[in-house]
């Protein structure tokens, strides 16, 4: 500066400088600070003269010297900051330098206040003030911890926090930072921070008191009680006197009790307590009596036993003792008595005595309770007995009724009706003696088993039969076919009877048979059995099975049968006759006629031989058959054999008929008038001999070989001539031989009289049946013959019935006759025409 000065001099005499240093300036407030202006290059007088730019004062003190002018600011405050004009008169000539000054004032760290109460959990107001700042524009204040910014304030020189404190808050600090934020100010001076600690005030909590105790009398214990505060708390001890009253008892966190009795039972406080506030605690101090209970012999016995509940105690002084028995949450006085024990006893426990007891002790200071549990164990009691059974009436009935797990069950038997007193028991077993039995003791019987408090019964139906005979058949038979039989089936003393059936059976078929009715005791029951019978139930064997199909029944005794046998009567039928060997023999065989006949019962057989009509009686004979032989057969035998059997309800015939044959023999030759016959008189020559079949007769007149044939050995010789007259010769033959007989017929000449002609003499060989029929003559000749004794020739008429077939010989062979025989009194099946 004085350089320019120096320069501008010979420029020009007025080129004077004035300068102004520092032309800008930034005082802080309260340092001591100048402004220098000075002029140079003046060569005249210099004058210097300093004014504000402001309407104010300047608050300097100048100094000037020469050229050069100091403004001294001290202190610098904040009424120095101005544009201020140095004036420079040089010789008249006027300069001026204009300067700028600034303050800036940031003289303390921040106050912070409110943070050595805080109340934890309340809201509290911290406060940082700022003092002495300038300007205050530039002014920043931070509620900080740590590197965190909590809040943030400006161009406010009092900045206020609201804060709620926890205890996490305790050992915390908080800082408050101000911040001039000028440009200009020294860096150093920029910030300022205040950093605090916390002080937290917090309502003491109590950390830890002791346990519930229990002591025994006489003995000491130690209580303690921590808490935590701040500021520490005080602790207190509180106990309730026997006024009820709240005493203190101790001032530390432990309290030492000595020598307890009855008196220190009781709740022991703890009260903790600071500035802020307190808390508190309690803890149950139990002093004890040694009192006891005790169950002997065990505190589990089984019904039955015994057991004694007793208690003691060493109370002091003695007080008075009271047993209970709790139960339902209520006590039941059991025992009490003054002193220092007392007793119960169950002579037989129950399971109801299963209970908790208690026993208490006391006196004026107090009572101690003790308990005790008694549980008494019912007996696993069960009863065994058959849920049924069944049994005969009469019979005898033994009910078994068992208890088990029982050392000694009590048993009952009970039924509708009073039970008899033949209850035997035994130990566990108890028998109902039930004899003889009757339908009255068909009920339930229940055994009642009782062991202690447990009772337990089981029941038994008893169920009664009685099936005691076998069933009776009254067959009032026999029976007539084809009517309706009745049988009958009874069964007596049955019982249920509706259990009962009675069955008819005809070997496997069931036969219809009606509904047992039903009665409540015992049963007397017949069953008909109507059955129409026929030929086919002759000698079957009808059942009647009754059952009694009940359960308990032994199988083998549910049934029971009868049987009879059907017996069918009918009036004979089938009768037969037969002859042996054959219908037709040789005479001199062996014959036997023998005849059968059904019918029931046997009646009689009677075997005839018919004979002129008339019934020969040949053999008759009880029974259904009959017979009679013939060693030797004769022709005479051949015939009609009738054979008839009869009983009470009618009689029935059969008949057969046999042929002797024999070859002709004992011929006899008769000529009729006589074997003299005079000239042209008729001749009849009758040849008959014994033999069967009818032989056929051949007459030959020996000289001339003539022949005559007959069937029935007669000859009709009419008008006969001399010729005639000669020896003849008869041959009677049939299948079994011939024999021959000669004879003479002498011819009387007779006056005038032609000799016959032969061929006049006409013997119609005719059938023999057929002559029997219409030739007078013939038969005139046969009674005759017979009345002399000749053998009658039997012959077989042709509707004769052969035995094969019954039926026709029966219904109309034999007219009138034969029907009588089979027309009995009762209507045989077999006539029905
Ligand atoms: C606070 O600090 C003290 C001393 O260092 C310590 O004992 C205490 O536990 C601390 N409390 C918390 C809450 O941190
Ligand atoms: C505990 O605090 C309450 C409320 O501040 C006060 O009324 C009471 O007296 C205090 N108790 C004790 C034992 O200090
Ligand atoms: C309590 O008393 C019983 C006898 O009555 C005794 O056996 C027991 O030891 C006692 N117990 C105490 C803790 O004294
Ligand atoms: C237990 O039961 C029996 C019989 O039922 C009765 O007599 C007795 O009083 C009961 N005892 C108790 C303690 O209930
Ligand atoms: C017989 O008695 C039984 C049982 O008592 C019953 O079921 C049945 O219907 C009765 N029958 C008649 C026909 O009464
Ligand atoms: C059943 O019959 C038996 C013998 O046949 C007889 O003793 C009894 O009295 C009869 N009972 C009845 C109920 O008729
Ligand atoms: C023939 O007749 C005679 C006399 O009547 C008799 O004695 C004799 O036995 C008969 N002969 C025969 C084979 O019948
Ligand atoms: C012989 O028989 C014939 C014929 O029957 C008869 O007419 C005649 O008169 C008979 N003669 C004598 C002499 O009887
Ligand atoms: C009789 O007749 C039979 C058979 O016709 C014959 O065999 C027999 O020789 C005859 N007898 C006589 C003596 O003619
Ligand atoms: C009836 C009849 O013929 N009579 C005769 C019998 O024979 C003599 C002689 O031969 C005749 O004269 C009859 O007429």
Redesign the pocket.
């Known amino acids: 500066m004085s350089l320019l000065w120096l320069l501008m001099l010979p420029a020009a005499a007025f080129a004077f400088n004035v300068e102004i240093h520092p032309k800008s300036a930034l005082f802080r407030a309260g340092d001591t600070q100048e402004l220098r202006c000075m002029a140079t290059d003046c060569n005249n007088q210099v004058t210097i003269s300093w004014n504000s730019l402001e309407d104010k004062p300047m608050f300097a003190q100048i100094h000037t010297d020469g050229p050069e002018s100091v403004a001294v600011f001290d202190p610098v405050t904040k009424d120095n900051e101005a544009a201020l004009l140095c004036r420079v008169d040089c010789g008249g000539v006027f300069k001026r330098q204009r300067a700028v000054v600034k303050v800036y004032s940031f003289p303390e760290a921040p106050v912070v206040s409110g943070h050595d109460r805080l109340i934890s959990g309340e809201v509290n107001i911290l406060t940082c003030q700022v003092t002495n700042f300038y300007p205050l524009e530039y002014l920043l204040i931070e509620w900080r911890r740590g590197d965190h910014v909590l809040q943030t304030a400006s161009e406010s020189t009092l900045s206020t926090y609201a804060f709620t404190p926890t205890r996490d808050d305790v050992n915390g600090s908080i800082s408050c930072r101000a911040t001039h934020g000028m440009d200009g100010v020294p860096d150093a001076e920029k910030t300022k921070e205040t950093t605090v600690p916390l002080t937290v005030l917090y309502v003491p909590q109590i950390i830890s008191i002791s346990q519930p105790t229990t002591v025994r009398v006489g003995t000491g214990l130690t209580l303690w009680c921590l808490a935590e505060g701040y500021p520490r708390p005080e602790i207190r001890w509180k106990a309730v006197g026997p006024g009820g009253q709240f005493v203190i008892v101790g001032q530390s966190e432990e309290l030492a009790l000595k020598d307890v009795n009855m008196m220190h039972s009781g709740l022991y406080g703890c009260v903790a307590s600071n500035s802020v506030g307190n808390a508190t605690a309690s803890v149950k101090v139990t002093v004890l009596a040694n009192t006891t209970i005790s169950v002997s012999p065990r505190s589990k016995v089984k019904e039955g036993d015994s057991v004694t509940v007793s208690c003691q105690s060493d109370i002091a002084p003695v007080g008075r003792m009271v047993l209970k028995r709790l139960s339902n949450g209520q006590g039941v006085e059991l025992q009490s008595s003054d002193g220092s024990s007392t007793s119960f006893a169950i002579s037989s426990a129950l399971a109801n005595d299963s209970a908790v007891y208690e026993c208490e002790a006391s006196n004026e200071y107090g009572s101690q309770k003790v308990r005790t549990l008694l549980s008494v164990e019912v007996y696993p009691l069960e009863v065994k007995m058959d849920p049924a059974v069944t049994v005969e009436v009469g019979s005898i009935l033994v009910l078994s009724c068992q208890a088990l797990g029982c050392p000694q069950p009590a048993f009952s038997w009970k039924s509708v009706l009073p039970v008899d007193c033949n209850v035997l028991t035994q130990d566990s077993l108890s028998q109902l003696h039930l004899a003889p039995v009757g339908l009255a003791n068909e009920q339930t019987y229940t055994c009642e088993a009782k062991c202690g408090s447990v009772v337990k019964a089981k029941h038994i139906e008893v169920r009664v039969f009685s099936f005691p005979s076998d069933p009776v058949i009254l067959n009032p038979g026999p029976f007539l076919e084809d009517r309706v039989a009745n049988l009958y089936c009874s069964i007596a003393d049955v019982y249920p009877s509706r259990h009962l059936r009675v069955q008819w059976l005809d070997g496997d078929k069931e036969l219809p048979s009606d509904a047992v009715k039903n009665s409540s005791g015992l049963l007397n029951w017949t069953s008909q059995l109507s059955l129409m019978v026929g030929p086919e139930h002759q000698g079957r064997r009808i059942a009647c099975r009754v059952s009694l199909q009940t359960d308990g029944v032994p199988l083998g005794r549910r049934e029971r049968q009868a049987l009879t046998e059907l017996e069918i009567h009918y009036a004979p039928r089938g009768t037969t006759i037969s002859v042996s060997p054959a219908n037709e023999v040789k005479e001199g065989d062996s014959v036997t006629v023998s005849c059968q006949s059904d019918g029931a019962p046997v009646g009689r057989m009677v075997l005839r031989r018919i004979s002129n009509g008339q019934g020969v009686e040949l053999q008759s004979s009880d029974g259904s058959s009959t017979s009679f032989s013939l060693s030797s057969a004769r022709l005479v035998d051949s015939g009609v054999y009738v054979c008839e059997a009869s009983n009470e309800y009618g009689h029935h015939g059969a008949r057969t008929h046999f042929t002797v044959r024999a070859p002709p023999r004992n011929i006899t030759v008769q000529v009729y008038p006589s074997s003299e016959v005079q000239?042209?008189h008729n001749v009849t020559v009758s040849c008959h001999s014994n033999s069967f079949p009818a032989p056929a007769v051949v007459l030959r007149k020996l000289d001339n070989g003539m022949e005559l044939y007959s069937l029935d050995g007669n000859f009709l010789l009419?008008?006969v001539?001399l010729q005639d007259a000669g020896r003849y010769l008869v041959n009677v033959t049939n299948d079994l031989g011939y024999e021959t007989e000669i004879f003479s017929i002498v011819v009387m000449k007779k006056h005038?009289?032609?000799?016959?002609?032969l061929n006049?003499i006409v013997i119609p060989a005719v059938c023999l049946g057929i002559m029997l029929t219409t030739s007078g003559l013939v038969l005139d000749y046969l009674r005759r013959a017979r009345r002399k004794g000749f053998y009658e020739l039997t012959k077989i008429p042709e509707e004769f019935p052969t035995p094969a077939d019954p039926r026709r010989n029966q219904i109309s062979s034999y007219g009138a006759d034969l029907g009588a025989i089979t027309s009995g009194p009762e209507p045989a099946a077999e006539v029905s025409t």
Do not use: H, V
């Not at 005038?752 to 002609?757: G, N, V």
């Open positions: 000239e042209g009419l008008n001539t005038s009289r032609s000799s016959p002609d006049q």
